[in-house]
């Protein structure tokens, strides 16, 4: 079946430090994917998207490539700001048997420090 | 989130009651679910929906039963509430899956006692 695998962290890093949250994926077809950020007592808020092979998604500074190759959706952004500490999903549209649903990474928590 | 609103916000109830929780939109948007994010576990899907009156289980739906009876409502019961249902529960809403994704809602923090 479909699955995630996101980097768990916690991840800490400074302001202004480069940021990368590794995803890889296991699915079969051709599926979408996304990260979603959950920010402290908040629901999920779909960040950026790719819905095709090579696409990249950006958002806020954040981006991140459709990799077919790798399996892999890395999420990267430049330059983090303390605003940017939450936690953040990588997930994927369901295919065949799965199409009604999307499938989560377990998330990673990201915390910046001025 | 806009066009997607979940009630209560905050619930404390005693083991062995029946409790509901509330999903609205306003997207018109097909399919809807329900989830439950616990440390550790991440979101694990308890019962989603395809249509009205079209509803099947997802990963967790032990002690849990839900309710599509028009497009912009999906509820959520738990029959006889346990201590292992405090969570926090999201619903979702989509039209495509590839191409939008999920909108959440902004959840509802359950305690039972």
């Known amino acids: 079946g479909n699955s995630v695998t996101q980097m768990e962290g916690p991840v800490t890093l400074s302001e202004e430090a480069f940021l990368t949250i590794n995803c890889t994926y296991t699915?079969?077809?051709?599926?979408?994917l996304f990260w979603y950020v959950q920010y402290p007592g908040e629901g999920l808020q779909l960040l950026l998207k790719?819905?095709?092979?090579?696409d990249k998604g950006s958002n806020k500074g954040f981006e991140a490539t459709y990799r077919k190759e790798t399996t892999s959706f890395h999420l990267e952004k430049g330059s983090v700001q303390v605003s940017d500490s939450a936690v953040y999903f990588c997930?994927?549209?369901?295919?065949?048997?799965?199409?009604?649903?999307?499938?989560f990474g377990k998330g990673t928590l990201l915390t910046v420090n001025p | 989130d806009a066009g997607i609103t979940q009630s209560p916000r905050h619930k404390v109830t005693e083991t062995g009651t029946p409790v509901t929780l509330r999903c609205h939109q306003t997207?018109?948007?097909?399919?809807m679910y329900w989830y439950r994010q616990d440390p550790g576990h991440g979101l694990r899907l308890i019962h989603y929906s395809y249509g009205v009156k079209d509803t099947d289980k997802g990963e967790v739906s032990d002690g849990y039963s839900v309710s599509r009876s028009k497009t912009e409502d999906f509820l959520l019961t738990l029959e006889s509430a346990t201590s292992s249902q405090t969570s926090v529960y999201f619903c979702?809403?989509?039209?495509?899956?590839?191409?939008?994704?999920?909108?959440f809602g902004s959840g509802t923090r359950l305690t039972v006692v």
């Open positions: 790719a819905t095709k092979a090579d």
């Open positions: 997930a994927l549209s369901g295919s065949g048997g799965s199409n009604y649903k999307l499938t």
């Open positions: 979702a809403i989509s039209e495509s899956l590839e191409d939008y994704g999920y909108t």
């Open positions: 997207e018109n948007h097909r399919y």
């Open positions: 699915a079969t077809g051709y599926p979408s």
